[in-house]
């Protein structure tokens, strides 16, 4: 086990233990209960916290874990900021937050957090796009007795849709317009010339693959390339190959006479394919290539196994177009 710098807090002998641990104490944190415990939100595994934090700096971390005596119970990655803490995810690149338990324990992972932000003189929890099964919600409804003003309000929405096992399958839960545009589509793709298809799932096979998606990013639109400033074409690329490395990377291109003209950048984990981000040369938008890349996206995480299909948050008609549901994220604001 890599040396962590914790500190300990609290003495009550029958009460649970607060420990603040580095980004490696998270990890071997991870490593010890990724078996056990639901890790169900890639957001707030360690590699990807320390990867927000290491290059977009969104606040001074706060990685609380929770010990019932020697066995750990919980945790909560935070960041803090004057008297208020929020999660340690930017909302911008983290599309789902929320605190880890072992099964059952998250109210009392809760209330440990909550007294121990109290004792540091933190008046205020500020959790941005929580799911409706958010654990932090159930925890929260069960709480006795419950913090002082707590506000919940919509934030975003989000999509996702079940793949079944085949292709076929999967237009057939589409409606009949959208179902007939999406071969339309694809028979129209062949007269651009020799079509392929390709993901990237390791290091060793990425080579220029990173530079060509973030040119593609860059070249959509006048606000993606805003937003793919040097901070964030570093997030990126260190958040690509810790991908790789994990096994969850599926970095695809959609190439026309051997050359990519859409990309998009997704991750598998425990059986869901998620569409983190995209880009397309614009000189192809009228072969509907963004589309096209998002689509063939999605064969290819059935012929995966995958069993679902998250295109993450924000209201972009495709998703809804493609069969994904809507759900509503939220926002939850807390005087404690």
């Not at 320390?50 to 919980?74: A, C, K």
């Not at 997704?266 to 397309?280: A, I, V």
């Not at 063939?296 to 998250?310: P, Q």
Request: some cysteine; proline content about 5%.
């Amino acid at each position: 086990m890599r040396a962590n710098r914790s500190r300990h807090h609290g003495s009550a002998a029958l009460r649970p233990m607060v420990r603040i641990e580095s980004f490696d104490g998270l990890h071997d944190l991870w490593i010890q209960t990724r078996a056990t415990w639901p890790w169900p939100c890639l957001f707030v595994l360690p590699f990807w916290l320390e990867n927000v934090h290491r290059h977009l700096r969104t606040g001074e971390p706060h990685i609380v874990t929770v010990h019932d005596g020697r066995t750990p119970i919980g945790c909560m990655p935070l960041s803090i900021g004057g008297s208020t803490a929020r999660f340690l995810g930017a909302p911008e690149v983290c599309d789902y937050q929320d605190l880890i338990s072992a099964p059952g324990r998250q109210q009392q992972v809760l209330e440990t957090v909550l007294a121990h932000l109290v004792g540091q003189g933190i008046r205020r929890l500020d959790l941005r796009t929580l799911q409706p099964n958010a654990l932090v919600l159930e925890a929260l409804a069960t709480i006795s007795p419950q913090p002082g003003n707590t506000e919940l309000s919509p934030d975003e929405v989000a999509y996702a849709a079940l793949l079944p096992d085949s292709w076929e399958g999967y237009l057939l839960q589409l409606d009949g317009k959208q179902r007939h545009e999406v071969r339309r589509k694809l028979r129209r793709l062949d007269n651009l010339g020799r079509i392929g298809y390709r993901c990237i799932d390791t290091r060793a096979a990425l080579g220029a693959a990173v530079d060509a998606f973030i040119a593609l990013f860059r070249a959509n639109r006048p606000e993606k390339a805003a937003f793919m400033s040097a901070a964030v074409e570093g997030y990126f690329r260190d958040l690509i190959r810790g991908l790789a490395d994990r096994h969850m990377l599926r970095l695809c291109f959609l190439d026309v006479n051997d050359r990519p003209v859409a990309s998009v950048l997704c991750f598998d984990y425990l059986g869901t394919r998620y569409l983190y981000n995209s880009g397309y040369d614009e000189r192809f938008e009228s072969w509907s290539v963004g589309a096209l890349s998002k689509i063939l996206s999605i064969r290819n995480a059935i012929e995966a196994g995958c069993r679902r299909y998250d295109f993450l948050k924000g209201a972009e008609v495709y998703k809804k177009r493609l069969g994904g549901m809507e759900t509503q994220l939220y926002r939850c604001m807390l005087e404690i």
